[in-house]
């Protein structure tokens, strides 16, 4: 399980462009956030906040609005994989720097220009698209069976009483 972060500060958007001695997406650019903790399994927010602090230096109370966008499932060799994408604003743009990667403002423009993993890229290309939302979105990875390359199908998240 993962958390992750979309950070805006007026019209760019946080990114990290992860290390070369990363296991995971080397070279690429990514968004800040990480593993949940054991003990951060059924709150995942707190595991962004950490995160984030961990990658950047920013506190809790440097970010408005930090809400749940879109929790993503993909099956991985038959693990089960579930990343908690978040957004939020920054009210600061110095950051510290980490061994994770190289820490940058993309203008959101030329956000879509960089190599990133497909997961995260098909959540910006949705959020790009449509917006934030008064809910979130379940987004399920798959193998789109006419043309064979991977897809995102996504669908609302709300309570199923209204």
Request: proline letters at 6%; a negative charge; aromatic letters at 10%.
């Amino acid at each position: 399980m993962m958390a992750a972060a979309m950070l805006f500060h007026e019209d760019k958007l946080l990114m990290m462009k992860r290390s070369m001695s990363r296991t995971l997406n080397p070279g690429m650019w990514a968004a800040v956030g990480g593993h949940l903790e054991p003990e951060e399994l059924s709150r995942p927010r707190d595991a962004c906040l950490r995160e984030i602090a961990e990658e950047t230096g920013f506190a809790e109370t440097d970010i408005e609005q930090l809400t749940l966008r879109y929790v993503l499932l993909r099956n991985n060799q038959g693990e089960l994989r579930q990343q908690f994408i978040y957004s939020g604003i920054a009210k600061r743009t110095d950051f510290v720097d980490t061994d994770e990667g190289e820490l940058h403002w993309i203008p959101v423009a030329r956000v879509l220009d960089r190599d990133i993993p497909y997961i995260f890229r098909a959540a910006l290309e949705h959020y790009f698209r449509e917006g934030p939302r008064d809910h979130a979105w379940v987004g399920t990875a798959n193998r789109d069976t006419a043309t064979g390359y991977p897809r995102v199908d996504w669908v609302p998240l709300t309570d199923p009483r209204y």
